[in-house]
């Protein structure tokens, strides 16, 4: 969203297309950044009727500038795509503005992508910011006091998550003060929240129930926010909500660390984690 600003900001008069994945659309949507907003189906480099498809697509806007800010292969590969000639910041070949910092990928996304937007001739680039995101949330009947705790996280990656029990030991201590526990999640995160639930009457999941709009709104009515290295918890220190966000060796905060109000704790295997280490960053404000 800080690069998203700072574009905006560049190019005042512009008309500024996003191409995203389909999660992400409708937080892009909302956002007073966008002209409009396209669906990257992401084709495989052998489906060359999606890859036609894609380079009709792009060719036809005809773009004066080009920003890719996720500089992975499969993006810079897109460089191809646009019509020849089109100015092009990133890590593709022949990009007009390269981002060809050696030192890139050992710098924390966020300064990664302000020192490429820099180099393309934007000086500066705000921190993320949801603060223009507004939803109605008395659907879901929130306590009056709660913290907010996204327990799961990537199936693929479990070593990233902290023991389902030590969150439960959290909720407990918390609800006995009178602040009550709403969860975060997906059917997918169910050994994680569980735990949390049985037998609680503090405790309250909305797994499967908030679309990407809601995460940042909740966030901002929280006490606070406990989870893992894990999308959520980005959207909740983004909305300004102070947050602890767990970490193990399985990801390096250096480069993917949330930032604001957010502290950070860190072991090489989770479940040495203790209860009292994550209670006293939560309560020591």
Known sequence: MGPFAAIRKHHPDARITLLTTKPYVALAKASPYFDEVWVDHRPKPWDVPGMLRLRKTLRSARFQMVYDL???????????????????????????????????????????????????????????????????LRKFRLPQKFILMVPGGSAHRPDKRWPAEKYAAISRRLGEQGIYTVVLGTRDDAEAIDPLLDG??????LADHTEIL????????????????????????????????????????????PRGRVTLLRRPDLATLGVEDVWSALTNE
Request: hydrophobic share 35%; proline share 8%; glycine share 6%.
């Open 70 to 136: 996720q500089t992975s292969e499969r993006s810079s590969s897109y460089f191809h795509l646009v019509a020849e000639g089109t100015p092009w910041s990133g890590i593709a070949s022949r990009a007009s503005h390269p981002h060809d910092n050696p030192d890139r990928n050992m710098m924390h996304t966020l300064d990664r992508q302000a020192d490429q937007l820099r180099m393309a001739g934007i000086a500066e680039t705000p921190p993320p910011d949801l603060s223009w995101v507004q939803r109605d």
């Open 214 to 257: 809601d995460i940042p709104a909740i966030a901002r009515q929280a006490w606070a926010a406990l989870g893992n290295d894990t999308g959520p918890m980005h959207l909740a220190a983004a909305a300004g909500c102070r947050c602890v966000v767990l970490f193990s060796d399985d990801s390096d905060p250096d480069l993917c660390a």
């Open 200 to 205: 609680s009457k503090t405790a309250m999941s």
